[in-house]
């Protein structure tokens, strides 16, 4: 689907990063060069795009993609790498059975590619052993929304957002993790000031600047605060009696569980860390206000605790009513653009195709007589956690990874490297060709990526969009529905994967969602059923269900105050608030608490391409407030060893009062295709939820020691380098040439020769250039290639390094002069330079340094003048809240 306007033509795509879903328009300019920019049209986002978004032209040029099917790292023929998945597939089902095969899938996969794997695991080979990264985030919703309302759904929509008058976010730094949502609050307070506003998060988050009021509570104790507002709600006399007792079961139960666990907002105050104060405040503005929204993301989800979480916050809501109806509800935010379709085809191991349930007699009947499938699973599967371990124990003997990287992103991460090397099988079908992942697999299938795939993607409201292709197809790449399939037909179930076109998926996909249900189940997208390729290449954005009765599609469930539990009724839960498995001690007094950066996505393996991007952040870091830094005995930018009972990295030190005492954060992304050590779930225990089986990434235990090394430099190049000297290195990119931060001890050999070999490959005819000060221990370097600098190295005692910005236009440069080539080993510019400082504004390359200079120079009181003059936060946004707190820091320091 296109487009028009002027100029050209462009394609409409979806955002593959988180689940707000936005709408995207792209097209190839003439000169070969991809541009994007928002759909204004799409209900997502109306144009709207955050930093990584507005980026995604830089990401699609990848040079480390995989273009051609390989076997034991040498290129084979598509039928040969399909040929042995098959056939090694069947061979160990046959001796070992269908439990001893898995597929681990990805929320960045398409609709279609979902159905097809799903249906091939449960109903072909008949296990349920396919589960999906997006166990990792939002497993626990499900089963929230399972155990309140009978099915995996979102009530609301985005709308709800505008038009509520106090907004609960819980667990989640909005801002940053899901910056057009952000984007709309901060709209949605700017036309109604009277909003309200509210944060629960140990952490101050950049999302901090906008809440009225910030609970600060410590690690763990969400449904202690949570109970504590079930209470208060009975005492205040908010029970919507009319609701609770004709559309609701359960609430004796769990008001007694509260009111037993929660006593009074003091008891709840003294266990959560807070001020009695700001737990009323909060208590009793959210009594006080009918149109509340609540917003809940990983924060409370990737806990021991996360199903409950999402239940103490459900209850509060049908206590009040305030379910269904405009400006109401309570919302969890997806992270991945396409895990809620994900679910809708059944891509967790506990769960049946269109929301049906295994174990279930009646469903299994269902789904097994619509594929006419000779088997169908019959019992759960072996969920993420579950999934690696029996890969390391031997029960399971092959395993088909799918667009998702585990070595890094499942916890107790070395773990699970160790378990798939010993693997006999392990296929990878990615589009990227080294990631820590692939480096071990055996087979690797080469896949289509965003702007090459076609199919459909389904968001945190329930809107399913399109996604079209704009981009040639790179190499051999395939969709992974059609590999999936290819390897289904050699398995011999040809008739029952026909497929020639996604289309065709979709609409057995849809008709699914009907079939049997009559009401039963609220995903049902049937009225899709008969799409033409035209009409379904041609389909607008619409909320599920989409049904003959709302065949425009459906923007809020419940209305008519019907859910989808046995008795019919939304079902309260008693809950009873648990400690973390683990709590600090001397060897490690501080809880360990991971997350996300602004502008890096996952495992950085599209986001890392990117040079503005990384601009923002480009080292891996732990936060840690002040005290505990001096209390460990740190300084703020050194770097620092972060230790749990698993293993240690080397990160770099960042202090800030915002982080909560007795606590670390640290981000997920850094892997070691971009860092030495520092894969942060190599530290995380896998503590998972009882009910979800989503893992604990918010509260382990950890300590931290000051790491020392006695140099520090920096490479820029325009190669990619394999290093293995220093004991701490991390990549990123900058304009055309690759940055490493590094540092170590002394190199054994000196540096010059060190240095050539990091730079250098052996025997090559090298054009070198040095420089070597004994008495100050400074080395620097540079390779030439003819009149052009092809890498540069600089050594130091200290960390202090000279402008980056001035070095990086030297590799832009056809020729160097004398006189630069001079400067170059001194470190110094000829010329005055502008240090920038640290990227803020990623859409506009603005530093820190910039914007502080301007705001002295103009006088500057807000963020809204910092965009008039220097145009930073007026594209995207994301960087507002930065914006903010530069504007606060430096108004107190006056």
């Not at 130091?796 to 390094?801: D, F, H, L, V």
């Amino acid at each position: 689907m296109v487009s028009s306007d002027t100029e050209s033509s462009f394609v409409k795509a979806s955002c593959p990063y988180c689940g707000v879903g936005c709408g995207v328009l792209a097209r190839v300019e003439n000169n070969g060069i991809v541009r994007v920019r928002g759909d204004k049209d799409h209900p997502a986002n109306y144009g709207r795009l955050c930093s990584k978004g507005t980026a995604l032209a830089e990401t699609v040029y990848h040079e480390d993609r995989l273009l051609y099917p390989e076997i034991d790292t040498v290129q084979v023929s598509w039928e040969q790498a399909l040929r042995t998945v098959a056939g090694e597939f069947g061979k160990t089902i046959k001796k070992h059975g269908p439990d001893s095969v898995a597929f681990y899938v990805s929320g960045q996969l398409l609709t279609e590619d979902y159905y097809v794997a799903n249906k091939l695991m449960k109903g072909f080979i008949g296990s349920a052993n396919i589960d999906t990264n997006s166990r990792l985030c939002m497993s626990s919703p499900v089963m929230s929304h399972k155990r309140a309302f009978g099915e995996d759904l979102v009530p609301g929509c985005y709308e709800d957002i505008e038009r509520a008058r106090m907004i609960v976010l819980v667990g989640s730094n909005t801002a940053w993790c899901h910056p057009v949502i952000y984007q709309r609050i901060v709209r949605a307070k700017k036309d109604n000031p009277d909003l309200f506003i509210v944060l629960l998060d140990p952490r101050r988050t950049q999302t901090a600047g906008i809440a009225d009021l910030h609970l600060a509570l410590d690690p763990g104790t969400d449904s202690v605060l949570l109970n504590g507002l079930l209470a208060f709600l009975e005492a205040d006399n908010e029970r919507n009696v009319l609701f609770t007792q004709n559309f609701t079961s359960g609430l004796e139960d769990a008001l007694t569980m509260a009111q037993k666990t929660a006593v009074s907002p003091k008891a709840v105050a003294k266990k959560c860390g807070l001020e009695e104060d700001d737990v009323v405040a909060f208590y009793h503005r959210f009594s006080r206000t009918e149109r509340v929204v609540s917003l809940f993301s990983q924060g409370v989800n990737q806990s021991r605790s996360g199903v409950d979480n999402g239940n103490a916050l459900i209850n509060c809501h049908l206590f009040t009513g305030r379910i269904g109806r405009p400006g109401m509800g309570v919302f969890s935010l997806t992270g991945q653009p396409n895990a809620m379709g994900g679910r809708e085809v059944g891509g967790l191991a506990t769960m049946l195709a269109a929301h049906m349930e295994i174990g279930n007699a009646k469903h299994g009947h269902l789904v097994q007589r619509f594929w006419n499938s000779p088997k169908i699973a019959d019992r759960q599967g072996a969920s993420a956690v579950e999934l690696f371990s029996q890969i390391e124990s031997g029960k399971i003997k092959a395993v088909w990874i799918m667009g998702t990287n585990p070595v890094v992103s499942m916890p107790e991460a070395n773990r699970v490297k160790a378990a798939l090397k010993k693997c006999p099988l392990v296929v990878v079908s990615d589009c990227v060709r080294n990631t820590d992942t692939v480096d071990i697999a055996r087979v690797r299938l080469p896949a289509l990526t965003w702007g090459e795939r076609n199919g459909t993607l389904t968001n945190s409201e329930r809107c399913i969009s399109r996604q079209h292709p704009f981009l040639p197809v790179p190499g051999l790449a395939r969709p992974d529905w059609q590999i999936i399939t290819d390897v289904a037909r050699y398995m011999g179930f040809e008739e029952a994967f026909p497929y020639q076109k996604p289309a065709e998926i979709f609409r057995e996909h849809a008709a699914l969602s009907g079939f049997g249900n009559n009401g039963d189940r609220a995903f049902d997208i049937s009225e899709l059923a008969h799409l033409s390729n035209d009409e379904y290449d041609e389909m607008k954005p619409l909320q599920w269900p989409v049904t003959p009765f709302s065949p425009k599609g459906t923007a809020r469930l419940f209305v008519d105050g019907r859910y989808y539990t046995p008795d019919k009724k939304a079902h309260f839960i008693a809950i009873k608030p648990r400690r973390a498995a683990t709590q600090p001690d001397k060897k490690f007094p501080l809880i360990l608490n991971t997350g996300r950066v602004r502008d890096q996505w996952h495992t950085m393996t599209r986001t890392g391409m990117s040079p503005r991007l990384s601009s923002h952040i480009n080292e891996p870091f732990a936060q840690i407030h002040p005290d505990d830094m001096a209390l460990h005995n740190l300084t703020a930018d050194q770097l620092a060893k972060v230790s749990s009972p698993l293993g240690s990295i080397i990160v770099r030190v960042m202090t800030d009062d915002a982080q909560k005492r007795g606590s670390l954060f640290v981000p997920m992304h850094w892997n070691d295709h971009f860092s030495s050590q520092a894969r942060v779930n190599t530290l995380v225990q896998p503590v998972t939820d009882p009910v979800s089986g989503q893992p604990d990434f918010k509260h382990y235990v950890a300590n931290i020691v000051s790491y020392s090394p006695e140099w520090h430099g920096f490479i820029l190049s325009r190669r990619q380098l394999r290093l293995t000297n220093p004991q701490y290195w991390v990549r990123s990119r900058l304009r055309g040439v690759w940055h490493y931060h590094i540092a170590g001890d002394m190199m054994s050999t000196g540096w010059a020769d060190s240095a050539r070999k990091m730079l250098c490959s052996k025997n090559s005819d090298v054009n070198w250039i040095e420089y070597f000060d004994c008495d100050a221990k400074n080395y620097r370097a540079a390779r030439m290639s003819g009149d052009q600098v092809e890498s540069c190295i600089f050594i130091n005692e200290s960390a202090k390094m000279p402008s980056m910005d001035w070095l990086v236009s030297l590799f832009q440069k056809e020729k160097l002069s004398g006189s630069e080539r001079k400067a170059l080993l001194s470190g110094q510019s000829p010329s005055p330079e502008v240090d920038r400082g640290r990227i803020v504004c990623s859409c506009f390359d603005i530093g820190n340094k910039t914007i502080k200079a301007a705001i002295l120079e103009y006088n500057i009181t807000t963020t809204k003048q910092i965009g008039e003059i220097l145009q930073a936060g007026t594209n995207c946004g994301s960087c507002l809240p930065e914006l903010g707190e530069i504007l606060e820091n430096m108004a107190e320091t006056v």
